[in-house]
């Protein structure tokens, strides 16, 4: 299965970055074909320009500057998120790939005034996040993130395509312990994918 591994993290070093590069050996140890789409690396813009806002319901127009993102996510058949959550949302640089890429005529049609999603090859969707609140902080601000990918976007793929959600809450007060007992978690979901 070719995979989308998306991620989103600026720090070589950082812990996030262990995570994505785990779930991206855990999946091709587990025969996928792994496309990681790391965007800082790629020097992904994600800013949405006027012009962006200008064609956003014009395709192919709309897809034009994006357009091997575009590609690589209509080639997928599965896709998994590999995230920080700040401020209880998605950092800018992916909040702008979705906003970017995921764009009439990609991820939804729209004919008069009815949405239609358009990624149903996806047939499989994960996400590994970090938080740096509690489970109860996330609840309490309605865990916006999980909310995304387990409603939001398991609507735009395949019905009833599983999801997977995997987070390590608390990063501020996390422990060697607790992040290597993540990260084999991760390893052993990875590789169950």
């Given at each position: ?12 070093e ?16 587990a025969?996928h074909?792994?496309?990681?789409c ?16 200008r ?5 192919p ?7 091997s ?5 209509q ?23 979705f ?34 609140a509690t ?19 398991r ?10 959600y ?7 007060n ?5 992040r ?14």
């Amino acid at each position: 299965m070719r995979v989308l591994v998306l991620h989103s993290h600026p720090l070589d070093e950082s812990y996030g970055r262990a995570l994505y590069r785990q779930t991206c050996e855990s999946l091709t140890r587990a025969g996928h074909e792994v496309d990681g789409c790391n965007l800082y690396e790629e020097g992904f813009d994600p800013v949405l320009s006027a012009h962006d806002r200008r064609v956003y319901h014009d395709f192919p127009e709309n897809t034009v500057l994006v357009k091997s993102y575009v590609e690589r996510l209509q080639s997928a058949e599965a896709l998994v998120i590999v995230t920080p959550v700040w401020n209880f949302g998605f950092p800018a640089m992916l909040k702008g790939y979705f906003d970017r890429v995921w764009v009439k005529g990609v991820s939804f049609d729209l004919e008069d005034g009815k949405l239609t999603p358009t990624l149903r090859h996806i047939k499989k969707l994960a996400a590994v996040m970090t938080y740096g609140a509690t489970p109860w902080r996330a609840f309490l601000v309605g865990n916006p993130p999980k909310k995304i990918v387990t409603r939001v976007l398991r609507a735009q793929i395949r019905i009833g395509a599983p999801v997977k959600y995997l987070a390590h809450y608390d990063m501020n007060n996390c422990t060697e312990q607790t992040r290597a007992a993540f990260l084999a978690k991760v390893k052993r979901e990875m590789e169950r994918f």
